[in-house]
């Protein structure tokens, strides 16, 4: 068993959890510098979604509480990204995946022109990527929407945002084009469902009506935008690829009982939703049905069909943390996981933070994806939020080497069975911060990052025992794990 040749190894962040520098550059606000800290939350609660009202982001954004809103500060990427890419290098990595933050160039979304010290920034990252034999993997939005797009019309709900998403998009394709050949439209497109407010600028008490309305609404808004980039992109480069990004939430039956297994059904249903119409070009049936009967429409105008069919993503990337199983009864023991509350499964161990560890449901869900739309796929985010100590400058983590291991061995094993994988990026190759409770103990990295929860710490980056391990992996392309 054998990865092929060339095959992608490197790791993912986000602009707005690892960049910080929230007011430089003439960088406008986004809805993540409103995330605030959530040291003792619940587990449970990290999974629901926040409401902010319109007083409570005026209020937030008067603030200039970086303890208490750590993605203003991230792990100072902004500044350190020399440091940081010398590192991933060293690791051996051939790609990296990160964002560009929509409101570095266009501040309120709604500027004519992009701001050169912007569009300067992300030139000399891509530059510095490049000289290192670093590709880029770039997501035009990962969970920071203009702010002033979400106050003044709940973000994507209002089909005007498609417009303004299409002009950032061909800025980020004409400026960094010759620089970036892979892109991702929106990370975890339907995330948008589970909260509203971080992935699509939704401020639940402006919604007219119904908020899953709303969301659908804003959803469809955001494959619209999606197929029209993506034509955009072909057109500028057709030798370019655009991915589309879905949360994997694999979801077994918690129970052979056969309403658990239609319960199961309806779930994968509605996650299969997003790449259906991204890959597959329109919205499937059943899922129609399955909206409409709960009195949700989908806007359809004249054309969205056509230009749905006509320009659908050329690869399929997911994130994948954790597995989940569904069960009809209402006792059900229940878990989080990432941006969900599903039903616990007795076989698996959790992390403190209650995401069930399940290497075997990679594999399925590589499985079912590639059976299901014969696209190539692409891991854009996998790994484990641990909490680490450092002594003496080093950090002992083998539960981290442990949980890529068992995931790696999956990978392979689906590789083998013939999936065409086009590369794995582990999240987060470096600490950051968190984008459910905004913690930087919540720790990913293979490298630590020192900084505690409030933003104390000298910031210095060490390499953990993951560090030495992942780059042994790489230069056997996974054949010495
Ligand atoms: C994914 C997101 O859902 O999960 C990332 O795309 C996020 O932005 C990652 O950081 C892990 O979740 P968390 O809440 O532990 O940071």
Redesign the pocket.
């Given at each position: 068993m054998a990865l092929p040749e060339g095959f992608r190894w490197g790791g993912a962040v986000?602009a707005n959890?690892v960049e910080g520098a929230w007011r430089e550059g003439g960088r406008g606000p986004a809805v993540s510098d409103v995330a605030s800290y959530k040291p003792k939350a619940d587990p449970k609660e990290?999974a629901l979604h926040h409401q902010n009202t319109v007083a409570s982001i005026t209020a937030a954004l008067a603030d200039d509480d970086l303890e208490y809103y750590p993605k203003r500060r991230g792990i100072d990427f902004y500044h350190r990204y020399p440091e940081d890419l010398a590192l991933f290098a060293e690791m051996g990595f051939t790609t990296l995946r990160v964002s560009i933050a929509w409101t570095r160039l266009y501040p309120t979304g709604e500027e004519e022109q992009p701001l050169e010290e912007g569009i300067a920034y992300y030139l000399a990252l891509f530059t510095e990527m490049r000289r290192l034999g670093i590709e880029p993997l770039v997501t035009l939005s990962?969970?920071d929407p203009p702010m002033a797009l979400a106050l003044k019309h709940n973000g994507w709900v209002e089909r005007r945002t498609i417009g303004l998403f299409e002009r950032f998009a061909r800025t980020c394709f004409e400026r960094f084009g010759h620089l970036v050949d892979m892109w991702l439209t929106f990370?975890?497109i339907d995330?948008i469902i589970r909260h509203p407010f971080t992935s699509g600028g939704i401020i639940e008490e402006t919604v007219e009506g119904n908020l899953e309305q709303a969301c659908y609404t804003a959803l469809h808004h955001q494959f619209v935008a999606s197929a029209s980039v993506t034509q955009i992109l072909h057109e500028l480069y057709p030798e370019a690829q655009m991915g589309c990004m879905l949360?994997m939430l694999t979801t077994y039956p918690n129970t052979c009982h056969p309403d658990d297994v239609v319960a199961t059904q309806a779930k994968e249903r509605l996650l299969y939703l997003c790449t259906d119409v991204q890959a597959g070009g329109a919205y499937p049936r059943l899922a129609l049905n399955q909206l409409q009967r709960k009195g949700v429409t989908i806007p359809f105008e004249d054309g969205d069909a056509e230009l749905l069919r006509e320009h659908p993503v050329d690869f399929i990337s997911f994130?994948y943390?954790m597995s989940m199983t569904e069960s009809v009864r209402e006792d059900a023991e229940r878990t989080p996981g990432?941006?969900v509350l599903g039903v616990k499964n007795p076989f698996l161990p959790s992390s403190e933070?209650g995401w069930q560890i399940d290497p075997v449901g990679l594999r399925v869900s590589l499985i079912d994806l590639y059976d299901r739309y014969g696209k190539p796929l692409f891991i854009v985010?996998n790994g484990l939020?641990m909490r680490d100590e450092l002594e003496d400058g080093k950090i002992h983590d083998p539960y981290r080497i442990d949980y890529f291991r068992a995931h790696f061995e999956q990978m392979i094993q689906a590789v083998d069975e013939g999936v065409d994988l086009m590369g794995y990026v582990s999240?987060?190759p470096i600490d950051l911060i968190?984008?459910?409770?905004s913690q930087i103990s919540?720790r990913?990295g293979f490298i630590y990052v020192d900084q505690d929860d409030l933003g104390h710490g000298t910031g210095d980056r060490y390499r953990k025992d993951s560090f030495f391990w992942y780059q042994k992996v790489i230069a056997s392309n996974g054949t010495d794990l």
């Open positions: 986000a959890q990290y990962h969970y990370n975890e995330g949360t994130s943390y990432n941006t933070w985010e939020g999240w987060a968190s984008a459910s409770s919540k990913y």
